[in-house]
């Protein structure tokens, strides 16, 4: 049975502080309740069900009254239309992939992000072969953590702003060089002057840190479940793989490292193993950071 997301953020628990904004569109968030027996916010000590979307493990919250919500993040390349979701009972065993079990599923609407399509020089775009070999070896890299998936979920879903300052509505906007697609923007572009310290965006433990061809100087939290924040073209960084931080710690600097025009901060929120619109996790834009 097909089922829509409209409203469901006041029907879960705590819904109006935990969970983000709902959008089930490609490279948003739906939140799909299960139809699952027993557990739910009346029983939270019994065993979630283990959900996937394909082969990635999906993030599993009680709700209200009786029952489970899946918080999914939608790949940006999904078609809309429907998509299903793979159950299987509490207990079945470790976080492996799916093997069976039932099967729920929800419905993708279409989304319409921007296009810019820009004449440059060759020189510009055009890789070296070592420069494709280490942009390639970084994405695996950057694609295993995110790949990582750990226990508890954290406490809420809703993000403080990393930094204070403008944000760009840049998330999936896609980029055409002499006619060639590049990958859409896969985060959110916060502007701010080099040296402006940044802040987790909640509390995580450190999974991993280094200097990118793209990204520049870039750090990745792991906030549970699935749930993984990156922060991306730091003049420095000022926490360590495998630290655990706090809610609002200093993590790092404003910069201009890797491929960029400018100082800026570019935060992307990861779900499921996929890149989605932090703006569904941040308060409205406008705001100062609060610790």
């Known amino acids: 049975m097909l089922v829509g997301v409209a409203a469901l953020a006041a029907r879960a628990h705590g ?13 948003g968030v739906a939140l799909v309740p299960l139809a699952v027996p027993g557990g739910g916010a009346s029983h939270p000590d019994r065993d979630a069900p283990r959900v996937y979307l394909g082969d990635a493990p ?42 069976g079990g ?14 810019q399509r820009l004449r440059v020089a060759p020189a510009q775009v055009e890789l070296s ?18 790949a990582t998936f750990s226990a508890p979920p954290p406490h809420s879903l809703r993000l403080a702003p ?13 980029r055409y060089f002499n006619g060639e697609a590049r990958d859409p923007h896969s985060g959110m572009d916060i502007a701010a002057p080099e040296g402006t310290v940044v802040h987790a ?12 061809f793209f990204n520049g100087n870039t750090l990745l939290l792991d906030h549970g479940a ?24 200093p993590i790092g600097a404003v ?7 400018g100082p800026h901060l570019h935060f992307a929120v990861a779900l499921n193993r996929v890149f989605v619109d932090p703006a569904l996790f941040l308060p409205a834009a406008g705001g100062a950071f609060r610790p």
């Not at 819904?15 to 490279?27: D, F, I, T």
């Not at 729920?104 to 296009?115: D, Q, S």
């Not at 965006?201 to 450190?206: E, F, M, R, S, T």
């Not at 910069?255 to 025009?261: E, K």
């Open 255 to 261: 910069g201009a490292t890797g491929r960029v025009t």
């Open 102 to 115: 039932r099967t729920a599923y929800f419905r993708v609407g279409a989304a319409h992000y921007r296009t």
């Open 15 to 27: 819904a109006g502080s935990v969970l983000p904004r709902p959008r089930a569109v490609p490279g």
């Open 226 to 249: 699935g749930l993984i924040t990156m922060y991306c073209h730091l003049s420095r960084i000022s926490a360590q793989p495998g630290h655990a931080v706090a809610a609002g710690e």
């Open 129 to 146: 072969a070592a420069d494709l070999a280490r942009v390639a070896a970084e994405r695996d890299r950057i694609h295993a953590a995110l």
């Open 162 to 174: 990393p930094i204070d300052g403008p944000r760009s509505s840049s998330f999936g906007l896609r």
């Open 201 to 212: 965006a909640a509390a995580g433990i450190v999974l991993q840190t280094g200097s990118y």
């Open 58 to 99: 999906v993030m599993v919250l009680p709700r209200s009254g009786q029952g489970w919500l899946a918080v999914v993040g939608i790949p940006l390349s999904q078609a809309p239309g429907p998509v299903a979701l793979r159950l299987e009972p509490a207990g079945s065993g470790p976080v492996l992939g799916p093997i």
